[in-house]
């Protein structure tokens, strides 16, 4: 099973900063492996960036995906109050068990 | 538009048994991959299995937890995706979402896949 760790667990940030989340797996995955999901308290989660660059329908161009192999990043470019939550990065190919990350929290400084 | 509805949660004791389901609409959930996800009280998101197209197999894959307990089906005539679980444990306690799949691949043609679209959660407690 591909284990996903995530850091920071928690970001303090400010309005306007940029946020860098990362994601790194225990094995080297394709990049199509490779999502990013937001939630928010007591909403279900929304996809973000997909095939680790790709962004989902509607996802505001601040958010952008990076990476390869083991290490994957998610950045905020200037944060938005609405931008904080909880960020999960998954990976999930054509072999199971698909395996979420346990999530980085970006909370307002 | 696509929606996902979830229902059949509820409380239940440890050993029982309960059925959730999925309700889809603006697509056909047979065509479709599909998946359960869990989220424990407080706790992050851990995936517990999808189920292929029909065109794909219709073959379901679990995470070690739930497998030999857990059922995903999907069922043409009411256009929904189910989740049986059996034996239920105390640490099945959740929120849980289905949600839709969608594939993407690498230059190299390695697909993986996403969750497109999630239902809004239905809180299963195992409790005595």
């Known amino acids: 099973e591909i284990v996903l760790t995530q850091s920071p667990g928690t970001l303090s940030l400010s309005p306007g900063e940029r946020a860098t989340l990362s994601c790194r797996a225990s094995q080297t995955l394709s990049s199509s492996y490779l999502a990013w999901y937001q939630q928010k308290p007591g909403q279900a989660p929304r996809l973000l960036i997909y095939?680790?660059?790709s962004r989902a329908t509607g996802v505001p161009d601040r958010f952008s995906g990076s990476g390869s192999g083991t290490d994957f990043a998610l950045t905020i470019s200037r944060l938005e109050p609405e931008d904080f939550a909880v960020y999960y990065c998954?990976?999930?190919?054509?072999?199971?068990?698909?395996?979420f990350g346990p999530g980085t929290k970006v909370d307002i400084k | 538009e696509v929606q996902l509805v979830e229902s059949g949660g509820g409380f239940v004791k440890p050993g029982g048994s309960l059925r959730l389901s999925c309700a889809a609409s603006?697509?056909?959930?047979?065509?479709?991959?599909m998946s359960w996800v869990r989220q424990a009280p407080g706790k992050g998101l851990e995936w517990i299995g999808r189920?292929?197209?029909?065109?794909?197999?219709?073959?379901?894959d679990y995470a070690a937890p739930v497998k030999g307990r857990f059922t995903i089906s999907g069922d043409d005539s009411k256009n929904a995706l189910y989740l049986q679980m059996n034996s239920l444990k105390s640490e099945d306690t959740a929120v849980y979402y289905c949600?839709?799949?969608?594939?993407?691949?690498?230059?190299?043609?390695?697909?993986?896949?996403?969750?497109?679209?999630w239902g809004q959660g239905t809180l299963v407690t195992v409790s005595s």
């Open positions: 095939g680790a660059y």
């Open positions: 189920i292929k197209s029909k065109a794909d197999g219709g073959t379901a």
């Open positions: 998954q990976q999930c190919g054509s072999s199971p068990p698909c395996t």
């Open positions: 949600t839709s799949l969608a594939e993407t691949s690498d230059y190299f043609d390695s697909s993986g896949y996403y969750s497109e679209d």
């Open positions: 603006g697509f056909t959930v047979t065509n479709a991959w």
